[in-house]
């Protein structure tokens, strides 16, 4: 958000793509012009109709999946991108966006939370018709914060450290839809500390059931799943993740069988299928279009790691390596919450906690699911360590293209793993702590002053 600007303009002219939605008429609250006493929502579906705002809401950062190793471009495809920063972040360069601004990748999730925090402020004015409402309203405010911080993190703040102090960059913690509020960075700590207690007051006020038919609301399931993925990218493998993911399961634990799928189409997944907490993609990429780029394809070691009984294989790419269609039913992959990724979850924090028994079983129950029915020889427990690279190289098959991957890159090599990417078009390889694990904040939010540059 730049400073300076009318809090009531900006919240009329971010609303106003809303009328796009299906649901809009004429008595629709922002069809109201902006006027001083119409912009601010005034009752609780003005509330609801903001944060089902799917032309803002949808939006996750695309420069970590860009930046990571799940597929490669060839040489006519790198060279023929027109975006500045994806040709960039894909090969790691130093300068990524070579002076341009409005980057959607800082901008998008920092307009989700302002949405979020005109609904938070608005919420204790509203006269209470419905107290159920009212807190599932609240609860979806602080999820959806806390969601965008999350995703602003992996990008733009350190890597968090669970042996460190962790008092080095976060991001800037807009609590206020104040746009005149000065932007510092909070410390990597703060960051998380935020995102976690947004999370755990978002998870006290949400149904306990999905809404089927609008997956981009938030529910007690999608709050504890995220809470576990947060506490996973901060290896709080022995507690929190693991607790959180249990939680989650406990409360909602179905899965797909891929054999009742057809394996021709583009898009074998239906949106509202039933492993889907929680609807998000990643921002519109020239380099990841799902169905129509033909010039990025699949890691070919990633790509030859599935055994030819197992249906991810024919799910989730075409026959010459293409990327096919996700979990979101769309052209962009699904970066949201589902339930294969909680088991998964589960099943490495077992493996950590030395308990590699029930670590299998989980992996057991979701890759039962995956491969030709009849087919599939269960994992037999060995050690911990053994059951942790099996989940692992699972993990890795089974959540390819879900902006996972770059969160999962940079928390493994904390942990030692040393994993060094390489591309031929890449001036050196990516190593384990390098400064380009932090991507830089675009060049048009530092020159308004009070954000330090992350160091590349």
């Not at 809401?57 to 790198?78: C, H, K, R």
């Not at 602003?152 to 450290?161: G, K, P, S, T």
């Not at 879900?402 to 990417?421: F, K, Q, S």
Request: hydrophobic share 40%; glycine share 6%; aromatic share 10%.
């Amino acid at each position: 958000m730049k400073k300076g600007r009318n809090l009531k303009i900006i919240i009329f002219l971010l609303l106003a793509g809303v009328c796009l939605l299906p649901s809009c008429n004429k008595n629709n609250f922002l069809d109201k012009k902006p006027s001083s006493d119409l912009v601010i929502p005034k009752t609780l579906d003005d509330c609801q109709v903001l944060l089902d705002n799917y032309l803002v809401m949808e939006q996750t950062p695309e420069l970590g999946e860009i930046s990571a190793d799940n597929f490669y471009l060839n040489d006519v495809g790198w060279k023929g991108l027109l975006s500045i920063k994806e040709k960039n972040a894909y090969v790691w360069a130093v300068d990524i966006y070579e002076g341009q601004g409005g980057v959607e990748d800082w901008d998008d999730p920092y307009s989700q939370v302002f949405y979020a925090n005109v609904v938070l402020e608005a919420l204790p004015g509203i006269q209470v018709d419905s107290m159920g409402k009212w807190k599932n309203l609240q609860g979806a405010a602080y999820f959806i914060r806390a969601y965008a911080f999350y995703n602003l993190a992996q990008v733009f703040a350190d890597v968090y450290n669970p042996i460190g102090t962790n008092d080095g960059q976060g991001i800037p913690l807009r609590l206020s839809a104040d746009v005149d509020q000065p932007s510092t960075r909070a410390s990597l700590y703060d960051t998380y500390q935020r995102i976690l207690s947004d999370l755990q007051t978002a998870s006290s006020l949400l149904p306990n059931n999905r809404d089927i038919a609008h997956l981009n609301r938030p529910s007690k399931p999608a709050a504890l799943a995220m809470l576990a993925r947060v506490y996973l990218s901060m290896s709080d493998y022995n507690n929190n993740a693991g607790i959180y993911a249990n939680s989650c399961l406990k409360m909602y634990d179905s899965l797909i069988d891929y054999n009742t799928l057809p394996d021709t189409t583009i898009n074998p997944f239906v949106l509202t299928n039933t492993e889907v907490l929680y609807q998000s993609q990643l921002l519109p990429s020239g380099v990841l279009v799902a169905k129509h780029q033909k010039n990025a394809f699949v890691d070919s070691n990633l790509y030859h790691s599935y055994a030819d009984s197992d249906l991810r294989k024919v799910m989730f790419y075409e026959p010459n390596g293409n990327i096919k269609e996700g979990y979101n039913f769309g052209l962009y992959p699904f970066t949201g919450l589902a339930i294969d990724e909680v088991y998964l979850i589960r099943a490495e924090c077992y493996a950590r906690h030395d308990s590699a028994t029930y670590a299998i079983n989980d992996l057991n129950t979701l890759l039962v699911n995956r491969w030709v029915k009849g087919r599939y020889t269960p994992y037999v427990p060995g050690s911990p360590d053994a059951a942790l690279d099996t989940v692992l190289a699972e993990r890795r098959k089974e959540l390819p293209f879900r902006g996972l991957r770059w969160t999962d890159l940079r928390r493994l090599n904390i942990g030692g793993a040393n994993i060094t990417l390489t591309r031929p078009e890449a001036l050196s390889p990516l190593i384990s702590g390098d400064l380009r694990y932090v991507l830089p904040i675009p060049p048009d939010v530092i020159s308004l002053g009070g954000i330090i540059q992350n160091q590349r």
